[in-house]
T-cell receptor, first 114, second 113 residues
Framework: GENVEQHPSTLSVQEGDSAVIKCTYSDSASNYFPWYKQELGKRPQLIIDIRSNVGEKKDQRIAVTLNKTAKHFSLHITETQPEDSAVYFCAASASLGAGNMLTFGGGTRLMVKP | GAGVSQTPSNKVTEKGKYVELRCDPISGHTALYWYRQSLGQGPEFLIYFQGTGAADDSGLPNDRFFAVRPEGSVSTLKIQRTERGDSAVYLC???????????FGPGTRLTVL
């Protein structure tokens, strides 16, 4: 089955700096890569996703890049703000017509210091 | 509109007891997923429903776990003979179709004493 590794497990940055979180996956059939933000005690919320037919996607301060050859994808947050502090999870799935079951990484705790 | 809801928000039970956890997906969403999240870890897939049928239950850890979705909307996750290792947050997610974004519920925190 799919295996997703996520690094780093914790990341501390100064407000205004950039943050980068990296994930690798094992199943070459995976074609959907979402990123979720989870605040303490709250539900995971999708912040951005990318499908395997594109290499990069941006949404304001957030961008995701995908390298299918190397089987890794990354989340980039620019101009970080204290409200970006949360746990971020990457995930991968192979939506082949039989469901879109997500395999999650272990999470990255991002702390943005004011 | 209303998001995914789950009840109860917290459930404390004793080892060996039976529990039921409920998920109300977003109206019209045909795909429904159950995940389990242990402390400090990412969610782990349990079971996927497309409509009323369990299309993939490969993530259920053993036969003490069972889930139903009889009318293609509300789903119930049932755990028999609970064990302390079952303690976790059980998350439900729904999507319009299996290709679409999954929206998560707030989860049920299960504690088995």
């Amino acid at each position: 089955g799919e295996n997703v590794e996520q690094h780093p497990s914790t990341l501390s940055v100064q407000e205004g700096d950039s943050a980068v979180i990296k994930c690798t996956y094992s199943d070459s059939a995976s074609n959907y890569f979402p990123w979720y933000k989870q605040e303490l005690g709250k539900r995971p919320q999708l912040i951005i996703d990318i499908r395997s037919n594109v290499g990069e996607k941006k949404d304001q301060r957030i961008a995701v890049t995908l390298n299918k050859t190397a089987k890794h994808f990354s989340l980039h947050i620019t101009e970080t703000q204290p409200e970006d502090s949360a746990v971020y999870f990457c995930a991968a799935s192979a939506s082949l017509g039989a469901g879109n079951m997500l395999t999650f990484g272990g999470g990255t705790r991002l702390m943005v210091k004011p | 509109g209303a998001g995914v809801s789950q009840t109860p928000s917290n459930k404390v039970t004793e080892k060996g007891k039976y529990v039921e956890l409920r998920c109300d997906p977003i109206s019209g969403h045909t795909a429904l997923y159950w995940y389990r999240q242990s402390l400090g870890q990412g969610p782990e897939f349990l079971i996927y429903f497309q409509g009323t049928g369990a299309a993939d239950d490969s993530g259920l850890p053993n036969d003490r776990f069972f889930a139903v979705r009889p009318e293609g909307s509300v789903s119930t996750l049932k755990i028999q003979r609970t064990e302390r290792g079952d303690s976790a947050v059980y998350l439900c997610a729904s999507s319009l179709s299996y290709l679409d974004e999954q929206f998560f519920g707030p989860g049920t925190r299960l504690t088995v004493l």
